[in-house]
Antibody, heavy 122, light 106 residues
C-alpha cells in the first residue's frame, strides 16, 4: 500500500523560508521511473505543480517559482523535501506531495498525501 | 505553459450521464489525466493517459480524447460523485492543471 504524508512549518512570517517533508511508504525513490512531486492548492482554488525529483536525482521546477524552490531526497529514509525561500502571503496554501510514476510516454501522479496547511502571515 | 480550460460547474441528476471537458492550449498527445477531489480531501487519480481507468475506480468513469480536446464521462452519475474534477497534463513542461469543474447533483 502506497502512502505519503506531508509535514512542515504551519505558520510563517513573510520573507521566511518554508521547509516541507514528504514521508512515504510502499515504494522507493530508487526504483526506475519513480518520482515525487510537490503540488499546492490555495484554499478554494486550483492546483499548481511546484517541483519533482526522480529516482535518478533528476529534478524539475515550475519556472514561475524556480528561483525560490529547492527539492531534495533521502532515499534511505523514504523522504523527499521541498524548500521555498522568501515566502509571502501568496504562498498560503495546502501543500501536497504525490508519487509520480512513469507510464510509458508520460508521468502520472497516482498517489497523493493528505496535504499540509501552510499560512504566511505577519 | 500549456493552459487547460475547463467549464467551471455542472449540475446533473443522479442516474444521468455527464461529460466534463478539458481543452489544452497546445497538443498534449495522450498525456492527460483526470482527478477527483472531494472537500477536505486530496485529489484522487481516476483516468490516466486520456482513457485508462485507474485500478479500483468504478467503470462508470471513462475518458477520451487526444491532442487538445479531452472528455471525462460519468455514466451513470451517483450522489457520491459530488466533487471537483481536475484535468492535468504531463506531456509538456511544466505540468499544468485545469481550474477544475465542480459537479453538483440536483
Amino acid at each position: 500500500q502506497v502512502t505519503l504524508k506531508e509535514s512542515g512549518t504551519g505558520i510563517l512570517q513573510p520573507s521566511q523560508a518554508l521547509s516541507l517533508t514528504c514521508s512515504f511508504s510502499g515504494f522507493s525513490l530508487s526504483t526506475t521511473g519513480i518520482c515525487v512531486s510537490w503540488i499546492r492548492q490555495p484554499s478554494g482554488k486550483g492546483l499548481e505543480w511546484l517541483a519533482d525529483i526522480c529516482w535518478d536525482d533528476g529534478k524539475g521546477y515550475n519556472p514561475s517559482l524556480k528561483n525560490r524552490l529547492s527539492i531534495s531526497k533521502d532515499t534511505s529514509n523514504n523522504q523527499a523535501f521541498l524548500k521555498i525561500t522568501s515566502v509571502d502571503t501568496a504562498d498560503t496554501a495546502t501543500y501536497y506531495c504525490a508519487r509520480m510514476g512513469s507510464y510509458g510516454y508520460y508521468y502520472v501522479m497516482d498517489a497523493w498525501g493528505q496535504g499540509a496547511s501552510v499560512t504566511v502571515s505577519s | 505553459d500549456t493552459v487547460l480550460t475547463q467549464s467551471p460547474a455542472l449540475a446533473v441528476s443522479p442516474g444521468e450521464r455527464v461529460t466534463i471537458s478539458c481543452r489544452a492550449s497546445e497538443s498534449v498527445s495522450t498525456g492527460m489525466h483526470w482527478y477527483q477531489q472531494k472537500p477536505g480531501q486530496q485529489p484522487k487519480l481516476l483516468i490516466y493517459g486520456a482513457s485508462n481507468l485507474e485500478s479500483g475506480v468504478p467503470a462508470r468513469f471513462s475518458g477520451s480524447g487526444s491532442g487538445t480536446d479531452f472528455t471525462l464521462t460519468i455514466d451513470p452519475v451517483e450522489a457520491d460523485d459530488t466533487a471537483t474534477y481536475f484535468c492535468q497534463q504531463s506531456w509538456n513542461d511544466p505540468h499544468t492543471f485545469g481550474a477544475g469543474t465542480k459537479l453538483e447533483l440536483k
